[in-house]
């Protein structure tokens, strides 16, 4: 399946990646979620790799993604202007930011994540369905989504990053089996 460029291609990538990860994360024990990462020499250079420690950090990760994209669609909506990042973060520094995410939730349960992350998911798919396809995808439809267009916001914060999490999970999976 290629990037969606329409609604129901967004939905649907966002619906069946989404269950995928859950999928792969429920084939392992409850030991084995809350076991620290141990990548070694196989990561990449992003900070992630060093950044989240276990499954629980890739959720949470997630889910405040989820926040970012249903606070900054609700403002401009409602005629507020408001950037996409917050403050003082930019496409630059945002590593900062989910830094931060990861520090702000140090001692969130893997559960409680995992049901924020659910319920974040289904808000933004909530989100998604009360836009149209133009509305999604005709670039500069909303003035301040920039040159890019909303929906591309979406598959980023849903079906791209679900992606990323389902990578991580799987080679999480590969290193416990070493």
């Given amino acids: ?6 609604k129901p291609e967004l939905i649907r990538a966002a619906t069946e990646k989404f269950t995928k990860m859950l999928d792969i994360i429920s084939s392992i ?3 084995e979620r809350q076991t620290k990462f141990n990548f070694g020499d196989t990561i990449g250079k992003e900070a992630h790799w060093t950044r989240d420690e276990n499954i629980k950090d890739v959720l949470v990760h997630l889910y405040e993604w989820h926040v970012l994209l249903i606070e900054w669609v609700e403002k401009n909506k409602s005629g507020e202007k408001k950037p ?6 930019n496409w630059k520094t945002y590593g900062e930011m989910n830094v931060g995410f990861w520090e702000k939730h140090k001692n969130t349960s893997y559960e409680s994540a995992t049901e924020m992350l659910k319920e974040s998911h289904e808000k933004v798919l909530a989100l998604i369905e009360n836009f149209s396809d133009e509305e999604l995808f ?36 590969k290193t416990l089996a070493k």
Avoid at 1 to 6: E, I, K, L, Q
Avoid at 84 to 89: H, R, V
């Fill in 84 to 89: 996409f990042l917050p403050e003082p973060y």
């Fill in 29 to 31: 024990t409850e030991d």
């Fill in 138 to 173: 005709k670039k500069k439809h909303f003035d301040w989504t920039g040159t890019s267009t909303l929906g591309s916001y979406c598959v980023s914060a849903t079906s791209s990053h679900y992606e990323w999490a389902t990578k991580k999970v799987k080679l999480h999976i």
């Fill in 1 to 6: 399946m290629g990037r969606p460029t329409t």
